[in-house]
């Protein structure tokens, strides 16, 4: 069975910087189809940064000049960095991959670990 675990989270102030990490077991991180989403309380899930299925690095323009995602193969490790952190970056951060070309989400999702940044 995959599973995908995340780590790195806490709380920082306003302009800190995290870098959160995703490891996965039984499944190999690839070119493409992995990416970082985050939750609020109360609000919906949205797609942070993350590598679509053509390859394509995308961002959210809430997070562009601020965050990175990158990974070590090696390690079969994914990351983002985070930088210049805002309270309104808080949130439960998921790790996803592989790509679902049915439902046009994510197979494997990780449990999640909070980032909470304060004033």
């Known amino acids: 069975q995959v599973h995908l675990v995340e780590s790195g989270g806490g709380s920082v102030q306003a302009g800190g910087s995290l870098r959160l990490s995703c490891t996965a077991s039984k499944y190999t991180f690839g070119s493409y189809c992995m990416g970082w989403f985050r939750q609020a309380p109360g609000q919906g899930r949205e797609g942070v940064a993350g590598?679509?299925?053509?390859?394509?690095?995308n961002y959210a323009d809430s997070v562009k000049g601020r965050f990175a995602i990158s990974q070590d193969n090696a390690k079969n490790t994914l990351y983002l960095q985070m930088h210049s952190l805002k309270p309104e970056d808080t949130a439960m951060y998921y790790c996803?991959?592989?790509?679902?070309?049915?439902?046009?989400?994510?197979?494997?999702w990780g449990q999640g670990t909070q980032v909470t940044v304060s004033s």
């Open positions: 996803a991959a592989a790509c679902n070309y049915v439902t046009g989400s994510f197979n494997y």
């Open positions: 590598i679509d299925s053509r390859g394509n690095w």
